[in-house]
């Protein structure tokens, strides 16, 4: 079937986008450059810590860094704390927020990724009155943080919250889920990170199905770890037996390392959301109802309803 006019736009949109994901955020709203200047000595827990201020509600449509190194993007954590939002923080590895957990070579999603030096994230997310960003770690830090945003057009009650879920399961526990959401009240999720390790070998952890129980009941029980992220089958060639990403979906990592075997795989849900009413007990299996023993670390966005 031929694709419409409408279609044919939109399908270029995203692909433009995908192309120059720095460029086309430069073109979404106003630019604030921070310096991203952080020298820790001493004994004093300091944090690189910025505050953005506004008298009306903003939409931030992405974060961009520049001048990172890889030890900073791996040993960092991010915060996210937005005032008077009346939510709870956003903390994880800077890594996870950036896509590039085991220093992934550089790629480019929608969302987030690396092009050049520069690593951008851009789940969007509102804020009202201030929005503090800091840097949790050791190391010393020199760069350039930019925020590109703009006034919101609408109602701040039309929009969800932005948060996400960090979970570690160091390692997996038989017969126990690796819990990517377990949450209360209203919202719709929207993406998925995870990135996995285990023995040496095949990753047969992937073999592990995704789980959904949405306000009480079971909605969707998947078919293996690496059909949830659109990319089965793995370890044959032509298909998963390497690294390979896409605008929605990809594996950043996929292949041994020294003693084991590593996989890092997203998801982009903006297109197909997950809404709840009530509840929602997200996880995924590490192989076969759960028997098989990997280092699971995740992060999961979702919108909460107000």
Same mark, same amino acid.
């Given at each position: 079937?031929?694709?419409?006019?409408?279609?044919?736009?939109m399908?270029?949109?995203?692909?433009?986008?995908?192309?120059?994901?720095?460029?086309?955020?430069?073109q979404t709203g106003d630019?604030?450059?921070i310096p991203?200047?952080h020298?820790p000595?001493?004994k004093d827990?300091?944090?690189?810590s910025?505050?953005?201020?506004a008298?009306?509600?903003m939409?931030?449509?992405?974060?961009?860094?520049?001048?990172?190194?890889?030890?900073?993007v791996r040993r960092?954590?991010i915060?996210?704390?937005?005032?008077?939002m009346?939510?709870?923080?956003?903390?994880?590895? %800077?890594?996870?927020f950036l896509?590039?957990?085991?220093?992934a070579?550089?790629? *480019?999603? %929608?969302?987030?990724?690396?092009?050049?030096?520069?690593?951008?994230?851009?789940?969007?997310f509102?804020?009202s009155e201030e929005c503090?960003i800091?840097?949790?770690?050791i %190391?010393?830090?020199?760069?350039?943080?930019? *925020?590109?945003?703009?006034?919101?057009?609408e109602?701040?009650?039309?929009f969800g919250?932005?948060?996400?879920?960090?979970?570690?399961s160091?390692?997996?526990?038989?017969?126990?889920?690796?819990?990517l959401l377990?949450v209360?009240?209203k919202?719709?999720?929207?993406?998925?990170?995870?990135v996995?390790e285990?023995?040496?070998?095949l990753?047969?952890?992937l073999?592990?199905d995704d789980?959904?129980?949405?306000d009480?009941?079971?909605?969707?029980?998947?078919?293996g770890?690496e059909?949830?992220?659109?990319c089965?089958?793995?370890?044959l060639?032509?298909?998963l037996?390497?690294p390979?990403?896409l605008p929605?979906?990809?594996f950043?990592?996929?292949?041994?390392?020294?003693?084991t075997?590593?996989?890092?795989a997203?998801?982009?849900?903006f297109s197909?959301?997950?809404?709840?009413?009530?509840?929602l007990?997200?996880?995924?299996?590490h192989?076969?109802v759960n028997?098989?023993?990997?280092e699971?670390?995740?992060?999961?966005?979702?919108?909460?309803g107000r």
């Amino acid at each position: 079937m031929e694709m419409s006019d409408e279609e044919k736009a939109m399908l270029g949109k995203a692909v433009t986008r995908w192309n120059d994901p720095v460029g086309t955020l430069q073109q979404t709203g106003d630019a604030v450059e921070i310096p991203l200047i952080h020298h820790p000595t001493g004994k004093d827990y300091v944090l690189f810590s910025h505050t953005l201020k506004a008298e009306s509600p903003m939409i931030v449509h992405g974060l961009v860094f520049e001048g990172l190194t890889e030890a900073v993007v791996r040993r960092n954590q991010i915060e996210i704390t937005l005032s008077a939002m009346q939510s709870a923080p956003i903390r994880l590895p %800077l890594s996870f927020f950036l896509g590039h957990a085991f220093k992934a070579k550089p790629f *480019v999603s %929608l969302l987030f990724g690396r092009t050049g030096k520069n690593y951008f994230n851009r789940i969007p997310f509102i804020y009202s009155e201030e929005c503090t960003i800091r840097l949790h770690g050791i %190391l010393p830090v020199d760069g350039t943080m930019k *925020v590109y945003q703009s006034r919101l057009d609408e109602p701040v009650e039309n929009f969800g919250l932005l948060a996400a879920r960090y979970h570690e399961s160091l390692p997996t526990v038989p017969e126990v889920y690796h819990p990517l959401l377990q949450v209360s009240g209203k919202g719709h999720l929207v993406g998925t990170y995870l990135v996995t390790e285990g023995p040496q070998g095949l990753p047969y952890w992937l073999e592990g199905d995704d789980r959904w129980i949405i306000d009480g009941e079971l909605r969707i029980h998947g078919t293996g770890s690496e059909d949830y992220f659109n990319c089965g089958w793995y370890a044959l060639k032509g298909r998963l037996n390497g690294p390979e990403t896409l605008p929605s979906h990809g594996f950043p990592i996929y292949g041994a390392a020294p003693n084991t075997m590593r996989a890092a795989a997203f998801r982009w849900h903006f297109s197909d959301s997950v809404p709840f009413d009530t509840a929602l007990d997200f996880g995924i299996e590490h192989g076969e109802v759960n028997r098989h023993i990997a280092e699971y670390r995740s992060v999961t966005y979702w919108y909460a309803g107000r």
